[in-house]
């Protein structure tokens, strides 16, 4: 399956044809969906056309349709060898840098 797309609105509109299938695979209506992610059927019906919705909204719906594994693995880091291990773990302890008031 061919995943290069030009245009991020490409991608967002096949994600979101394969969330109707997947919603009318398993045999829902969008208001049961809705009913059980605790969102609106107008949140739903948004999201399944590519209209703007809450990224929270978008994993109540994969959680509901069995789908967390994908999103769970979406950011997971690469980690080939022992450097890149050590570089994840070294950047996952960075912290801010607490700023001073203006007024001081």
Known sequence: MDLEFKRPDELVKLLCERLRKERLAQQM?????AGRAGIGVNTLSNLEAGRNVSFES????AMVLGRMSELEAL???????????????????RQRIKRKPHNA
């Open 75 to 93: 950011f997971m880091p690469k980690l080939e060898s022992l450097d890149d291990i050590l570089r994840y773990e070294k950047s996952a302890s």
């Open 58 to 61: 978008l994993v109540r719906v």
């Open 29 to 33: 209506t969008q208001s049961e969906l």
